[in-house]
């Protein structure tokens, strides 16, 4: 379950008496400080080369319009190890090209390569995505995080409920 970072009680009542919130599963509810939940690998994203971008929800939800150049949405996470395997759950529409959005983990920080890590082609992906990768590098910083492969690729990009953990 996750962890609520400084919310003890909601309305008077404790969060451990509380199936959902406001119509939400206790499990999706955000801290006070508007970061991902605690069981969650990043706290921000970052991104660059996008046509527009706009970040969603405490992080994990955001629209991205390609453009011609080379685009990425990403976090850094540290403390890794080869063999490191990253769960990954998120909501997608867009981009239903073959071999336009990546995701991916890599050593590189624009994730232009997969260098030490992995990469998984999500471009047909819609709806529900539930994926694993695993990492070969020992290095002790990974970048993980959205690729967009297809340069020419001008379309609209939807994430939403994304959710990284480690296995």
């Known amino acids: 379950m996750a962890g609520y970072k400084g919310?003890?009680?909601i309305n008077?009542?404790?969060?451990?008496?509380?199936?959902k919130i406001t119509g939400r599963?206790?499990?999706?509810?955000?801290?006070v400080s508007s970061t991902p939940r605690e069981?969650?690998?990043?706290?921000?994203l970052t991104d660059s080369g996008w046509?527009?971008?706009?970040?969603?929800?405490?992080?994990?939800?955001?629209?991205?319009?390609?453009?011609?150049?080379?685009?990425?949405?990403?976090?850094t996470i540290s403390n890794h190890t080869a063999g490191d395997t990253y769960n990954f759950t998120f909501d997608?529409?867009?981009?239903?090209t073959d071999r336009t959005i990546g995701l991916r983990i890599s050593t590189e920080s624009t994730l232009?390569?997969?260098?030490?890590?992995?990469d998984s082609n999500i471009s047909l992906d819609t709806g529900a995505v539930s994926t694993s990768l695993s990492a070969s590098s020992s290095?002790?910083?990974?970048?993980?995080?959205?690729r967009k492969v297809s340069p020419s690729y001008t379309g609209t990009l939807t994430i939403n409920n994304f959710v990284v953990t480690r296995a």
């Not at 008077?12 to 199936?19: D, E, L, Q, R, T």
């Not at 969603?56 to 976090?75: C, I, K, L, Q």
């Not at 232009?112 to 992995?118: E, L, M, P, Y």
């Not at 290095?139 to 959205?146: A, D, H, K, L």
Request: hydrophobic share 40%.
């Open 39 to 44: 069981s969650n690998l990043y706290d921000t």
């Open 92 to 96: 997608k529409t867009g981009a239903n």
């Open 25 to 31: 599963a206790k499990a999706d509810v955000w801290n």
């Open 7 to 9: 919310i003890g009680k």
């Open 112 to 118: 232009n390569s997969i260098v030490g890590g992995g």
């Open 139 to 146: 290095n002790t910083t990974m970048y993980i995080g959205f």
């Open 51 to 75: 046509g527009s971008y706009t970040q969603g929800v405490n992080y994990a939800s955001f629209v991205a319009v390609g453009t011609t150049t080379n685009a990425y949405v990403t976090f």
């Open 12 to 19: 008077g009542v404790a969060i451990a008496s509380i199936a």
